[in-house]
């Protein structure tokens, strides 16, 4: 059963990959994707982990011991915490090589989010109960109006394809 998607979403994503989420499971450049995310996530947290531990030491002399101590366990607090919410789900995913879905129709919604200087627009799409931030350039090309399945990363929530009937 293959069903064509319509020209405005299919740039979006790689027939393979689509091919495999309609199988249940992610592709091979999706899989590269997550194991990619979760390196660099690690990465990062041990390199701004180290040097605010080296932040922290040169501090800790001032308060001896005791600071030096509290110090390591507040890191390891945030480690694990870190490792728990933000490196094992994506890993999860990545291990069980399952692509959920999900089928409805489309609600779109928009809204600029500000941060100091920056305003940004974001955008996403809410299919069923499942809500999806993406790129501008997706957010026009799904339409509102048709029955839409949204595959995506049970652990995570993070999309992978979408993939609308054709007209």
């Not at 940004?120 to 839409?148: H, K, M, P």
Request: aromatic content about 8%; charged content about 20%; hydrophobic content about 50%.
């Amino acid at each position: 059963m293959t069903t064509e998607l319509p020209p405005g979403v299919a740039r979006f994503f790689d027939p393979a990959a689509i091919a495999a989420n309609r199988a249940g499971r992610l592709a091979p450049t999706q899989a590269a994707r997550l194991l990619r995310t979760v390196v660099l996530r690690v990465i990062g947290y041990v390199v701004s982990g180290s040097l605010a531990f080296m932040l922290y030491t040169i501090r800790a002399e001032a308060t001896g011991t005791a600071g030096l101590v509290l110090g390591v366990v507040v890191l390891a607090v945030l480690a694990v915490v870190l490792l728990v919410f933000q490196v094992l789900p994506p890993l999860l995913d990545l291990v069980s090589g399952r692509a959920e879905a999900v089928s409805g129709t489309v609600r779109k919604e928009s809204w600029i989010s500000t941060g100091g200087l920056s305003r940004n627009r974001r955008y996403q799409i809410q299919v069923a109960d499942q809500a999806f931030r993406v790129g501008r350039g997706l957010f026009a090309a799904v339409s509102g109006d048709d029955e839409t399945t949204a595959y995506f990363l049970p652990r995570t929530g993070e999309l992978l394809t979408v993939e609308e009937p054709r007209p």
